[in-house]
C-alpha cells in the first residue's frame, strides 16, 4: 500500500513518515499545498494523510481540487483540536475521516488501515484467502494458522493482492502501489518477490495470469 502524507511541520512530517514506514507503506511526503496537490493528482496512492493548514494551498482545496479531478482516494484530514469548522469543510470538500491534532500515532495507523481496508470492499481486519491470512492489524500472516516471516516488501506485495482478492492486478498496478516515489522500479523485481512469496506461502493463491498479471485466489476459476 503506498501512502502520501502532506504535512507541513518538519517534525511531525518525518514522524509520520517514519511510523507509516515502519508498519509497511510505501510512503511519499509533501510539505506544502501545491506539491502535495501535485503529487496526489499524478500519483496513484492507496490513501492520503492531508493536513489543512498548508502553506501555498490550504488542505480544503487542495482535497475539493482532488475531488473535482476525480481522484477517488481515501483522504484523512488532520485538523486543530479547536477548527470545528475545518472538519465540516475538510468533509464536505470530499475527505473520508479526521484526526484531530494532537493525535496519538496508533490511531492515525487503525483509521488508516480501516480507509484502505474499506475502499477495497473489505469490512474485517482480517483478510483470508484459502489457508492464508492476513492480521492487518498486526501486519503478520500466517497459513493454516502458522505465522510465516516475511520481509516488507514481500508483505506489501501480498497485502496488496490480498486486499484486491480475485482480481487481476498487473505488473504496472503493483509497481504502482508498492514503491514510493524514489524507489528504483524495476518490475523485473516483481517476479522475484512473487516468486519468494509463493514459496514461503507454501500455499497456491498467487496465480499468474499470463500476459495479465497477479491474482490472489483460492479458487481463480472464479475471478
Ligand atoms: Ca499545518
Known sequence: MRV?????????????????????????????????????????????????????????????????????????????????????SGFDAGADDYVTKPFHMEEILARLRALVRRAA????SDLDCGPVRLETRASRVTVSGNPIKLTSHEYRLLAYLMHHKDRVVSRTELIEHLYDQDFDRDSNTIEVFVGRLRKKLGADIIHTVRGLGYLASEDPGKA
Request: hydrophobic fraction near 40%; charge should be negative.
Open 4 to 88: 502520501l502524507v502532506v504535512e507541513d511541520d518538519p517534525d511531525l512530517n518525518r514522524q509520520m513518515k517514519a511510523a507509516l514506514t515502519e508498519a509497511g507503506y510505501a510512503v511519499d511526503t509533501a510539505f506544502d499545498g501545491e506539491d502535495g496537490h501535485f503529487l496526489g493528482d499524478t500519483e496513484p496512492y492507496d490513501v492520503v494523510v492531508l493536513d489543512i493548514g498548508l502553506p501555498k494551498m490550504d488542505g480544503v482545496r487542495v482535497l475539493e481540487q482532488w475531488r473535482e479531478d476525480g481522484r477517488t482516494m481515501p483522504v484523512l484530514i488532520l485538523t486543530a483540536r479547536d477548527r470545528w469548522s475545518d472538519k465540516v
Open 121 to 124: 470492499g473489505h469490512a474485517t
